[in-house]
């Protein structure tokens, strides 16, 4: 097993950025993909971005391509969601997760385990 905890959210202008952090224990972290979804209320979790076990694939949602970069420092057991350009329109928790798969996965039921979230507010 893997525990995930996010760190970096808060409260910031339109235009900025953030850097969240997902930092895991108990397993490392190249073991899986690992993803960054979101969800606001009333809304279905989004899938936001997943990057691979080493690192040399990724893949972004249409709503952030161009503003969002994932990486991963598996020598730091940690992977980051680098945000730039943020709207009032990526207001919600963030989680970051992991999946045993050996493909690129984008829903959230094949990421087995979950961070508790860290909550990203963008005003206007």
């Known amino acids: 097993q893997v525990q995930l905890v996010e760190s970096g959210g808060g409260l910031v202008q339109a235009g900025g950025s953030l850097r969240l952090s997902c930092a895991a224990s108990?397993?490392?972290?190249?073991?899986?993909?690992i993803g960054w979804f979101r969800q606001a209320p009333g809304m279905e979790r989004e899938f936001l971005a997943t990057?691979?076990?080493?690192?040399?694939?990724?893949r972004y949602g249409d709503s952030v391509k161009g503003r969002f970069t994932i990486s991963r420092d598996n020598a730091k057991n940690t992977v980051y969601l680098q945000m730039n350009s943020l709207k009032p329109e990526d207001t919600a928790v963030y989680y970051c997760?992991?999946?045993?798969?050996?493909?690129?996965?984008?829903?959230?039921?094949?990421?087995?385990?979950w961070g508790q979230g860290t909550q990203v507010t963008v005003s206007s």
């Open positions: 997760a992991a999946s045993p798969s050996y493909a690129i996965v984008v829903v959230p039921r094949m990421y087995n385990y």
């Open positions: 108990g397993r490392t972290l190249s073991n899986y993909n």
């Open positions: 990057i691979t076990r080493s690192g040399g694939m990724t």
